[in-house]
Structures are given as C-alpha cells and as structure tokens.
C-alpha cells in the first residue's frame, strides 16, 4: 500500500522569509500523482500544488514551489516570503492516475512569527 | 465559486445516539468522499461514492454507513455513535474519471464530539 510520511509536526518561519516541508512516499506505481492541500485554522482545506509524476519540471505556483525527486521519492513545499496567511496545517498527498484513493500524510503544522 | 456544504460545524452526541453528517456540493461532481481527520493520522478514508447509489469501503469504515440519493448530497451515518468516533469529518468532491485532475474540494467539516 501507498504511504505518505510527513517527519516535521510542526514548523515555524518568520514572515518573509522561506520555509522547506518534507515529504516523503512509498510506491510501485510509474504512473502518479502528489499533492499539497492547505488547511488554514476553521477554514476549509485548499489544493495549493500539484505535480505529475511523469513531469520532470518541478511544479511552481506563485510563491509555492516543490523539489519533486522521484527516484529518492521525496516531495518537499518551499514557500518563499512567507505571509501570515500562510499559516496553517499542510497535508501531502498521493494518488494514482485517475484513482479515487488518495492517501495524505499527517500533516505539519506551520507557524508564522510576525 | 465552488462550493462543498456540510450540514453542521459541530455537533455534541451521546453514546449510542444516531448521527447523521450531511454534505452538498454543487459543482456536478462525480464523485464524492468521507474522510476523518485525526491529530498525528491525517486523514483517513471512511467511504467514497462515484455515482448516484454506489459507494465503496475506505480504510475505515467499520461504524459508519453512507448514502447518495442525488448525486449532490453525501450522507454519512453513525447508526450508533461511540466515543471513539470523536473526530473531525470532512467531506470532499471531485471530478469524475473523465475530467479527473486528483484535486479535491473539502468542505469546512463536522466537529462531533460523543459523550
């Protein structure tokens, strides 16, 4: 079975400036797909990032980026000038192309110091 | 704006009460799921439905029941609750196989606490 390990329960960065999440997955599959969801406190919870396995290029949206290694099967969310809006629980997430199984970590819980 | 509804933020039960967890979404979606959310175990998969009237067994379905009449509304069920089943449960929807992009849309979840 898929795993997800998320080793840091819980971070904290100083606005503005960049924090790296780690996440790492076991799997067999050539064919998949990981996710970051956002989980803001009392708020519901929001895809930030995704990335094809098959893709190469690590997946970016604005401030968000992730460090896609696939042969140490790693996953890792960096987020640069961090706002305090940032601040929240970030699951990471893994699931087979077209595959309604989604397996999430345990989440870290990040901290932003004003 | 996409949107998943669930019925109640919070709810207080005692042992053995039925418990019912109602969620809307309105985006057409396919598909539609129930995850518990625990501190230190992330969330973990109770059911999902890919069509009106079909469901499929998560990780953890053991005391829970499900239900979809209409492909918009997801019911999940605790025919009798037990103080074990004190979590927070979040509903999802998706896109069925084809449009399927893995992103899921939650709702703001259902804190039930059991006595």
């Known amino acids: 079975a898929q795993t997800v390990t998320q080793s840091q329960p819980e971070m904290s960065v100083q606005e503005a400036e960049t924090v790296t999440l780690s996440c790492t997955y076991d799997?067999?599959?050539?064919?998949?797909?990981l996710f970051w969801y956002k989980q803001p406190p009392s708020r519901q919870m929001i895809l930030v990032i995704r990335?094809?396995?098959?893709?190469?290029q690590n997946a970016t949206e604005n401030r968000f980026s992730v460090n896609f290694q696939k042969a140490a099967k790693s996953f890792s969310l960096k987020i640069s000038d961090s706002q305090l809006g940032d601040a929240a629980m970030y699951f990471c997430?893994?699931?087979?192309?077209?595959?309604?199984?989604?397996?999430f970590g345990a989440g870290t819980r990040l901290t932003v110091k004003p | 704006d996409v949107k998943v509804t669930q019925s109640s933020r919070y709810l207080v039960k005692r042992t053995g009460e039925k418990v019912f967890l109602e969620c809307v979404q309105d985006?057409?979606?396919?598909?539609m799921f129930w995850y518990r959310q625990d501190p230190g175990l992330g969330l973990r998969l109770i059911y999902f439905?890919?069509?009106?009237?079909?469901?499929e067994k998560g990780d953890i379905p053991e005391g829970y029941s499900v239900s979809r009449e209409k492909k918009e509304r997801f019911s999940l069920i605790l025919e009798s609750a037990s103080t074990n089943q004190t979590s927070m449960y979040l509903c999802?929807?998706?896109?069925?196989?084809?449009?399927?992009?893995?992103?899921?849309?939650f709702g703001e979840g259902s804190r039930l606490t059991v006595l």
């Open positions: 999802a929807s998706s896109k069925g196989q084809g449009g399927w992009t893995g992103e899921l849309f």
């Open positions: 799997t067999s599959e050539s064919d998949y797909y």
């Open positions: 990335q094809e396995a098959y893709k190469q």
């Open positions: 997430a893994y699931s087979k192309y077209n595959n309604n199984d989604m397996r």
């Open positions: 985006m057409d979606h396919e598909n």
């Open positions: 439905s890919y069509d009106v009237k079909m469901k």
